[in-house]
């Protein structure tokens, strides 16, 4: 509960007025290649689909691939594949493959996602999406609602 007690302790000192209604306590995800994906509200072109290299990844490098939703499977294949960075998840170095196909199920049901909640969904980003050798897991996401 040390952990528990720091961020208690750190909201009261740097923002007292705060009304805490609870504190999410997760597993710690083990180290994968990090992603971001993300959907973007454009006024003419309706909801938008990123995917790149995440963590601080996508702003070093800004290798992102954009494409309108919904995604075909192959569109967002091809979106991975024009990335500088896909060597990161076709193995490199004597690293593992990066479960690909996973990856492109997320993009897709995003995409599916982003087009369901078009009205409403103004921005969403989930960044890192740590990508294993079987399997991905969404770290952290941001959900920004339409007003």
Not at 43 to 56: R, S, Y
Not at 74 to 89: V, Y
Request: charge should be negative; proline fraction near 4%.
């Amino acid at each position: 509960m040390d952990a528990y007690d720091e961020v208690m302790a750190n909201g009261r000192q740097n923002c007292p007025e705060a009304k805490i209604s609870g504190v999410l306590i997760s597993v710690m995800a083990p180290e994968g290649v990090e992603m971001i994906l993300g959907v973007k509200k454009d006024g003419a072109f309706g909801p938008c689909i990123l995917c790149g290299l995440g963590g601080v990844f996508v702003e070093i490098f800004r290798d992102t691939a954009l494409g309108l939703a919904p995604l075909s499977r192959i569109e967002a294949e091809r979106m991975l594949l024009s990335l500088k960075g896909i060597k990161m998840l076709q193995g490199y170095r004597g690293k593992p493959r990066g479960d690909i196909d996973a990856l492109v199920d997320v993009m897709e049901k995003l995409s599916k996602l982003a087009c369901e909640h078009k009205d409403d969904l103004q921005e969403l980003d989930i960044n890192p999406v740590f990508v294993y050798e079987k399997g991905v897991w969404a770290v952290d996401a941001l959900y920004i609602q339409q007003m």
